[in-house]
């Protein structure tokens, strides 16, 4: 059974700097896909950010130049590096993994706030 286990949310200020963590077990598979997605109280779940097996990424506009993803394909885990924070950064963050079908981690907490 796959698992997605996050972590590294938390409070930060505008202009600070995040690093979220996603590790995933129960398979011995490469996910062809692995990303992030970030979703606020009445809104859709929208993708932050997304990276292939091979090292393609995919951005938000909104994020573009700001967050950085990266996969350890040997560990099955991806990272999300948020530099440059907003207010408007904050969501709940959900790991996402492809494989025939979508995995979800159960989310973590990021609030922009001074």
């Known amino acids: 059974q796959v698992q997605l286990a996050e972590s590294g949310g938390g409070l930060v200020q505008p202009g600070g700097s995040l690093r979220l963590s996603c590790a995933a077990s129960?398979?011995?598979?490469?996910?062809?896909?692995m990303g992030w997605y970030r979703q606020t109280p009445g809104k859709q779940r929208e993708m932050a950010a997304v990276?292939?097996?091979?090292?393609?990424?995919k951005y938000a506009d909104s994020v573009n130049r700001r967050f950085t993803i990266a996969r350890d394909n040997g560990k099955n885990t991806v990272y999300l590096q948020m530099d440059s924070l907003k207010p408007e950064d904050t969501a709940v963050y959900y790991c996402?993994?492809?494989?025939?079908?979508?995995?979800w981690g159960q989310g973590t907490q990021v609030t922009v706030s001074s």
């Open positions: 990276v292939t097996s091979g090292g393609s990424t």
């Open positions: 996402n993994a492809m494989e025939g079908r979508a995995y």
């Open positions: 129960g398979s011995i598979f490469v996910f062809p896909t």
